[in-house]
């Protein structure tokens, strides 16, 4: 065995345990919020189909996460900062309501929360938010700012897919940010020089909590 051949296998032998690693700690993280809903919910001395419909989510939004058995979709931040608004009970550490702010190369944050017209608002449901872009982060993709996005927060990411992600910062600060995702990294496409080095996914302090599965343009938001 040659030395190129040796190092070939040693990366792909590191790639594959950091992958591993990380889709080991997205399952312990999906454990844990399971966790916190049930004690959330019980210290309210609620049901889970109550406490959804007070804070505008629909039943299965809970009531399946808190079920025994097998769970496999992603318990958003969205429905946790819901579900501790309702309750009272106070949301698991680096959880609570995300805040979308700049992320080093970017004058504006990646996106916002956005509320959508009538028009387009059926497409939206459970597990499923829009938002508003407002970065360059993702241009060379095809995402400009102005667009808006549907995000599914229970969709299971895969190579290639531009995802939402949430970043711990060094102050223990939630960040949200758009990337689209290579295993087991967070890329930025863009065309602007210094746009970003290259984010591990770790599900520690890095997370993946949505999938884009849609876009809406107006024609003339992006005309000029």
């Known amino acids: ?16 345990l950091s992958m591993q690693k990380a889709s080991d700690r997205e ?8 966790k ?13 189909t109550e406490v959804a419909r007070r804070a505008g989510l629909s039943s299965t939004t809970l009531t399946r996460p808190v079920r025994e058995g097998a769970f496999n979709s992603t318990i958003s931040t969205h429905t946790i900062d819901k579900v501790a608004e309702v309750t009272g009970y106070p949301p698991p550490e680096g959880f609570g309501r995300p805040r979308a702010r700049a992320v080093r190369g970017f004058g504006e944050p990646d996106a916002v929360p956005y509320k959508a017209p009538d028009k387009v608002e059926l497409t939206a449901g459970s597990g499923k938010d829009w938002w508003l872009i407002k970065s360059r982060a993702l241009d060379l993709e095809g995402y400009l700012p102005g667009d808006r996005v549907l995000v599914d927060l229970g969709e299971r990411p895969h190579a290639g897919d ?12 939630p960040e949200t940010v758009f990337r689209k995702f290579e295993p087991p990294f967070l890329f930025t496409r863009s065309t602007l020089p210094d746009s970003g080095k290259p984010i591990l996914v770790d599900y520690e302090r890095v997370s993946i909590m949505g999938v884009i599965v849609a876009s809406w343009r107006d024609r003339k938001a992006n005309a000029s």
């Open 27 to 34: 399952v312990e993280l999906r454990e844990s919020l399971r």
């Open 162 to 173: 531009i995802v939402v992600a949430q970043v711990i910062s060094e102050r223990g600060e």
């Open 1 to 16: 065995m040659n030395i190129d051949t040796r190092c070939t296998i040693h990366c792909y032998e590191r790639v594959h």
């Open 36 to 48: 916190w809903l049930r004690e959330a919910i019980r210290s309210s001395g609620l049901t889970a």
